[in-house]
T-cell receptor, first 114, second 116 residues
Framework: KAGVTQTPRYLIKTRGQQVTLSCSPI?????VSWYQQTPGQGLQFLFEYFSETQRNKGNFPGRFSGRQFSNSRSEMNVSTLELGDSALYLC?????????????FGPGTRLLVL | AQKVTQAQTEISVVEKEDVTLDCVYETRDTTYYLFWYKQPPSGELVFLIR??????QNEISGRYSWNFQKSTSSFNFTITASQVVDSAVYFC?????????????FGQGTTLQVKP
């Protein structure tokens, strides 16, 4: 079974631009979560989607948004990029959004904002 | 408030040494799940183990073993006879049940370097 895939793997943007990252979950998984990883803040939860609905959101500004499609694929968007948005963005999928369900992670998208 | 602490930022050992990675968590809930993930240089987080709060049995998987102690709120991870391929960043994470969400709260990670 194929794992979680994320595209693109690397991105370079400039301040003020916007970016869209894509995540395809493991086949049969219906829940997708996004995390931001930076050297200073570590791994932080962004949001979680199930059945095209956002179930939970982390403590990030409104510039960070996401959505989930009917095939469970998910996208996250960051508008008006700031230097501090440079990070590794990880997507994880699980069978269901129930607490304690194991989340399987993709390889991440490395975003560099110049 | 929920929190996961991995006090060891970096550990360096020589191949074949045993090494223990510490994880201490804080939660007000009686039902929760704990996880360990491995992050090699490629960046992908690799799932290692999940343990629920009602199961305090230690677990062994090959060279890996985990010691869960609710009394000290710790979930430590031991690698026996370490190998160079074990070099990675290891994360401990907590998922709380009553929050009804899949959100994982991660520790800051421990970088393990195994030298040949």
């Amino acid at each position: 079974k194929a794992g979680v895939t994320q595209t693109p793997r690397y991105l370079i943007k400039t301040r003020g631009q916007q970016v869209t990252l894509s995540c395809s979950p493991i086949s049969g998984h219906r829940s997708v979560s996004w995390y931001q990883q930076t050297p200073g803040q570590g791994l932080q939860f962004l949001f979680e989607y199930f059945s095209e609905t956002q179930r939970n959101k982390g403590n990030f500004p409104g510039r960070f948004s996401g959505r989930q499609f009917s095939n469970s694929r998910s996208e996250m968007n960051v508008s008006t990029l700031e230097l501090g948005d440079s990070a590794l963005y990880l997507c994880a999928s699980s069978l269901a959004p129930l607490e304690g369900k194991t989340q399987y992670f993709g390889p991440g998208t490395r975003l560099l904002v110049l | 408030a929920q929190k996961v602490t991995q006090a060891q930022t970096e550990i360096s050992v020589v191949e074949k040494e045993d090494v223990t990675l510490d994880c201490v968590y804080e939660t007000r809930d009686t039902t929760y799940y704990l996880f360990w993930y491995k992050q090699p240089p490629s960046g992908e987080l690799v799932f290692l183990i999940r343990r629920n709060s009602f199961d305090e049995q230690n677990e062994i998987s090959g060279r890996y073993s985990w010691n869960f102690q609710k009394s000290t709120s710790s979930f430590n991870f031991t690698i026996t006879a370490s190998q160079v391929v074990d070099s990675a960043v290891y994360f401990c994470a907590l998922s709380e049940v009553p929050s009804n969400t899949g959100k994982l709260i991660f520790g800051q990670g421990t970088t393990l370097q195994v030298k040949p």
